[in-house]
T-cell receptor, first 112, second 114 residues
Framework: DAGVIQSPRHEVTEMGQEVTLRCKPI?????LFWYRQTMMRGLELLIY????????DSGMPEDRFSAKMPNASFSTLKIQPSEPRDSAVYFC??????????FGPGTRLTVT | QQQVKQSPQSLIVQKGGIPIINCAYE??????FPWYQQFPGKGPALLIA?????SEKKEGRFTISFNKSAKQFSLHIMDSQPGDSATYFC?????????????FGGGTRLMVKP
């Protein structure tokens, strides 16, 4: 079975551009999480969806960040406009209810 | 209140040694404590997890020890191997609240020398 799929794997963009990261959770999972990983701040939870509904977005750093989950098999994390400090690895994870979270391979974002 | 503090930041042991990684938390509502293993270029993967109703859990060479009164938990890796070289993260969440929203420790980079 395929695990969590994220695209793109690498993204390099210029400051001010819009960036969209994509995630396909494991089929049958009903919870989806977006995390950000940096050397300085470690792994941070950005937003949590349950049954396609955003439950907690308190980790979203600011209004430049938005996330959507239009259906059970797809989610996006958008940064507009992007800034150099947004450079990080962004992970998507999914789970069935409160059971084990399975992480995707991540998207390495570089904003120049 | 949401912080999970992890130590040490890095650890080097010889093959066969027993690395120990420690974590401490403040939020008494936390009731689920997983450990994740991350290899370079990969996402974290669940290694082992514990609930506070037990003080120890073993899975293969990996053991979690949990001290509820001290609000501390630790990971022991028995008979460590070079293939265990990775970054390890402890985490905590409150499953009784809204979902399994994990708060991660800062990570420990483990190197096991042959």
């Amino acid at each position: 079975d395929a695990g969590v799929i994220q695209s793109p794997r690498h993204e390099v963009t210029e400051m001010g551009q819009e960036v969209t990261l994509r995630c396909k959770p494991i089929s049958g999972h009903n919870s989806l999480f977006w995390y950000r990983q940096t050397m300085m701040r470690g792994l941070e939870l950005l937003i949590y969806f349950n049954n396609n509904v955003p439950i907690d977005d308190s980790g979203m750093p600011e209004d430049r960040f938005s996330a959507k989950m239009p259906n059970a098999s797809f989610s996006t994390l958008k940064i507009q406009p992007s800034e150099p400090r947004d450079s990080a690895v962004y992970f998507c994870a999914s789970s069935w209810e409160d059971f084990e979270q399975y992480f995707g391979p991540g998207t390495r974002l570089t904003v120049t | 209140q949401q912080q999970v503090k992890q130590s040490p930041q890095s650890l080097i042991v010889q093959k066969g040694g027993i690395p120990i990684i420690n974590c401490a938390y403040e939020n008494t509502a936390f009731d689920y404590f997983p450990w994740y293993q991350q290899f370079p270029g990969k996402g974290p993967a669940l290694l082992i997890a514990i609930r506070p109703d037990v003080s120890e859990k073993k899975e293969g060479r990996f053991t979690i020890s949990f001290n509820k009164s001290a609000k501390q938990f630790s990971l022991h890796i028995m008979d460590s191997q070079p293939g265990d070289s990775a970054t390890y993260f402890c985490a905590a969440s409150s499953l009784n609240n809204a979902g399994n929203m994990l708060t991660f420790g800062g990570g420990t980079r483990l190197m096991v020398k042959p």
